[in-house]
Structure formats: structure tokens, C-alpha cells
């Protein structure tokens, strides 16, 4: 039995850097369900999604997208595309697995993503410029093209400047703070969201974090800064997930 996952690969010395397909590579290091990767270059997910008879994520009149994470069981020659379905698939399908979902919490965990999203989102104006120079020459032009497309401003545009640059990132630390709350409830009795159980919200969050941590660069100024937000919050729980943080 072996999954294979397909994800985007970079020039970063981890390869994977897509925080989407990182919450079900970490689903899948935790369960240790035996997986291995083929990875996909931007430009060639849909001919290879189609290939494989994936359907697109989106399709709808005027829109249709073939995306990441996609993964193929060979034990029941099944493929899935999109990070929840992938996980509830492989819930389901290997009960004898430790579960993401402990407590029976699908519902609170989904809706934690959600609300995550809408707290860190003004730090993703830094974030989607510099993905650009950790992908490798093959994805570049489409991820560029693509991307300014849907903003209407170059890469280089998106990133913000003299006091709006201030006011985004007092905005970003703010929203930080308010995900930290949540966690903080539970430290006490572990690093993660639930206490000692890791669960699918931690993954979320960890494949987001890692995906600054990649395009800012682990030295970075910035990604220094925010390992130090909330009381040092930020770079405990990153330090805490790196023992599900294997590529295979």
C-alpha cells in the first residue's frame, strides 16, 4: 500500500512549500501511512490531472482550475483531489490510524481553519511576491503571470510600502495574536490546539506557517519576528511540529 502525493516542488532545500499540500503531507507522516511524492510543476497540473482522470477543484461557467494536493491510493486505485476530501478520504479509509479529528471534532476543526484564514490573510501580500524566486524556472512564469492576473498589480506591486507597510503588519501581528489566543487556552497541557493531541487544525496552521517560513527565508528579519510574536507563541508551536515535517 502507497499514496502518492502530488505536489509543486521548489528551489528550497525542503522542496515542498505549497501550505495546502503540506496539511495532508503532514496527515500523512503522522498516520505513517507509507506515501511517496511526484511533483508537479505549475504549468503542467492540469494536463496531468486530466491525465490521470482528476477533475478541476473549481468549475464553474468561466472558471475551471486543476489544483494541489491530489493524492492516488494504490490499494484501491483511487485518486483524490483537495486537502479536505484527501483527509476525509483517508480517515475513513484507515480507521486503524491515529486520527486528525480526535474527539470527534470535524466541524470545530473546519470552522478553525476558516476563521485562521481571515486573521493571517494581511500578511499574504509579502508572502505571494516572494513565493516567486523559491519556485523553480519551469512554474515562474505561470505562477506570475497567473497571480497578477487575479490582482491586477505586478508581484513586485503587492508588496506594501512606507505606512501601508506599517499598518499591514501591525494588522498581521494583531491577527496572529487573536489565532494565538485559541492556542493558549490549551497550553497547559501541550504545544497544540487540542493540548497533547495533535489534530487537523495544527497541521493547517503549521502548513501555513512554513509556507512564510520558505518564502521569507528561515533568516529572514520578518520570519524572525514572527517566531517571537506572543510571548515566543509562534516559533514554540513551529519548533514543536518539525517531527512531522519529513518529504518523501
Not at 71 to 76: A, F, K, P, Y
Not at 144 to 159: D, G, S
Not at 228 to 247: H, L, N, S
Request: hydrophobic share 35%; proline share 7%.
Amino acid at each position: 500500500m502507497t499514496i502518492t502525493l502530488y505536489d509543486i516542488p521548489s528551489a528550497h532545500p525542503l522542496g515542498a512549500w505549497s501550505p495546502n499540500t503540506w496539511k495532508i503531507r503532514y496527515a500523512l507522516n503522522y498516520k505513517d501511512i507509507p506515501y511517496k511524492t511526484e511533483w508537479v510543476e505549475y504549468p503542467d497540473i492540469e494536463a496531468r490531472c486530466k491525465e490521470l482522470g482528476i477533475g478541476p477543484t473549481i468549475d464553474r461557467p468561466g472558471l475551471t482550475l486543476y489544483t494541489l494536493p491530489a493524492i492516488h491510493d494504490s490499494t484501491t486505485n483511487i485518486y483524490m483531489v483537495d486537502s479536505v476530501p484527501i483527509i476525509e478520504y483517508l480517515e475513513k479509509q484507515y480507521p486503524d490510524k491515529p486520527t486528525v479529528f480526535p474527539n470527534d471534532t470535524w466541524g470545530l476543526q473546519l470552522f478553525f481553519e476558516d476563521t485562521m484564514n481571515k486573521h493571517v490573510a494581511p500578511i499574504w501580500p509579502w508572502i505571494f511576491p516572494a513565493v516567486f524566486h523559491i519556485l523553480n524556472p519551469a512554474s515562474q512564469e505561470f505562477y506570475r503571470r497567473t497571480r497578477e492576473n487575479t490582482y491586477k498589480k505586478t508581484l513586485e506591486e503587492l508588496v506594501p510600502k512606507g505606512e501601508e507597510a506599517v499598518d499591514a503588519w501591525a494588522k498581521s501581528k494583531a491577527g496572529f495574536s487573536k489565532v494565538a489566543g485559541r492556542y493558549t487556552k490549551c497550553q497547559a497541557q501541550g504545544p497544540f490546539l487540542m493540548g497533547e493531541a495533535v489534530s487537523w487544525a495544527d497541521f493547517v496552521l503549521s502548513g501555513e506557517l512554513l509556507w512564510y517560513r520558505c518564502a521569507l527565508g528561515e533568516d529572514s528579519e520578518k520570519w524572525q519576528e514572527i517566531r517571537t510574536w506572543d510571548g515566543g507563541f509562534w516559533g514554540r508551536f513551529v519548533d514543536a511540529m518539525k517531527k512531522y515535517e519529513e518529504v518523501k
